[in-house]
């Protein structure tokens, strides 16, 4: 595959932003090993090198189980969040699918790095006087946590992919050599190493309680396709089994996850893993977290339904699904009909939007004194001009005629 780095601009882009200014945030999402979902963007996450992948023209796709489907893609990629080896389960599952098949890569990150505390590193280095000493204190905090994460991994373990040892003092790369290094200079990258997973002892040499080799898995091949001069970065895995199928170790994410990715020179060495994956096809980025992805089995035609409850737990489930659907909508079924139609001009509207204002009030007493208000108004807008009961007390009793203003001696 060839790998464009075109669609990592958004990407890249973000992460530098993360760097330059959200020192502020309060938290930092650091979900190990994810494509999708709430850990896409998080500094330990795939999405960037599942988009080199979508841009040298492969179909990716999300797995969170090792699924007899996975038989048809070309390459798995698993970064898993286990500090520990892979599981003899999974051994066994890698080992089926690479003899199924031609041309396939299962890429293996090992767990042993955390780009959250080089993340508070880098972030407190150009930060403010002000902010330096919060931002050194999460570093701090971030380094403790990855430390107590890293003593579920062995001391020593021996096992068919390789061997892992846990204790060495943590470094920096300060020399790459091997296919994968060309044109490339360790001081562009920044590849840090803290534990080491090597080519693995023959399996006549295994100490006592060493992992057996899987099935099918004695007489692998090793080939180093990355180094520092002295241990392995990158390994491809070959077995005469196996046909032109391949297995890519890779010692730890700190050039393939997320933030390491902002570097161009980790984005060289992704393009090169693109590159060994063969021509593009589909791509499969497994997730899972502590103690490793789930494995099914594959169902025959021959085998009887009740060998296959998963199928059947799935089947129920949609069924269940559908009623439900059914009976949300069954109220829309039939023919339409008119609604009552309103006429705004009728007078018991009016009345009804009265009492609905004044029961909005909770005052019977100021209603009541508007009823009485109304009715007397119409009541003397009913009674006409010249009759009534006080037009009556005015013709039984006359008004007085006005006295002259003359005195009576002046009368003429």
Request: hydrophobic share 40%; proline share 9%.
């Amino acid at each position: 595959m060839k790998a464009g780095f075109r669609g990592t601009k958004g990407w890249i882009l973000g992460a530098l932003l993360l760097l330059a200014g959200c020192r502020r945030s309060v938290e930092l999402d650091v979900a190990y090993g994810q494509r999708q979902g709430l850990g896409a963007r998080s500094v330990n996450g795939t999405s960037v090198l599942a988009d080199i992948f979508v841009r040298a023209g492969a179909r990716v796709l999300t797995w969170r189980t090792l699924s007899p489907q996975l038989a048809r893609y070309d390459a798995i990629l698993w970064a898993p969040d286990e500090f520990g080896p892979p599981p003899e389960q999974v051994r066994d599952f890698v080992d089926g699918w690479c003899s199924a098949g031609s041309g396939k890569t299962f890429v293996y990150i090992g767990r042993d790095y955390d780009a959250a505390v080089h993340y508070w590193q880098q972030v407190a280095v150009a930060a403010p006087d002000a902010e330096r000493l919060e931002l050194q204190r999460r570093a701090a905090r971030a380094a403790a946590q990855y430390d107590c994460d890293r003593l579920a991994m062995p001391a020593q373990h021996s096992g068919p992919w390789f061997d892992m040892q846990r204790d060495r003092p943590p470094r920096r790369v300060t020399r790459l050599a091997g296919p994968w290094s060309a044109g490339l200079s360790a001081a562009e990258a920044d590849i840090r190493l803290r534990g080491c997973l090597v080519i693995p002892t023959r399996a006549a040499d295994l100490p006592p309680g060493g992992d057996r080799p899987g099935a099918g898995s004695p007489g692998l091949n090793h080939e180093v396709l990355l180094s520092d001069g002295e241990q392995p970065l990158v390994t491809r895995v070959t077995a005469p089994g196996w046909g032109t199928s391949q297995l890519i170790i890779v010692t730890n994410g700190s050039f393939l996850l997320n933030l390491p990715l902002v570097n161009p020179a980790h984005r060289v060495l992704a393009s090169r893993l693109v590159q060994t994956c063969g021509p593009p096809g589909r791509v499969a980025f497994l997730e899972s977290g502590r103690g490793g992805p789930r494995t099914f089995e594959l169902a025959t035609a021959t085998d009887p339904p009740a060998s296959r409850p998963e199928r059947v737990l799935v089947a129920v489930q949609w069924l269940v699904l559908g009623v439900v659907y059914c009976l949300s909508i069954f109220p829309i079924f039939g023919r339409a009909r008119p609604l009552p139609e309103e006429h705004p001009a009728q007078f018991v509207q009016h009345v009804d939007a009265l009492a609905e204002l004044l029961e909005k009030s909770h005052d019977l007493a100021f209603a009541q004194r508007q009823i009485q208000q109304y009715e007397s108004a119409a009541r003397r807008e009913a009674t006409p001009a010249g009759t009534g009961p006080t037009a009556a007390a005015s013709r039984a009793h006359p008004a007085a005629p006005e006295q002259s203003s003359l005195h009576p001696e002046e009368t003429p």
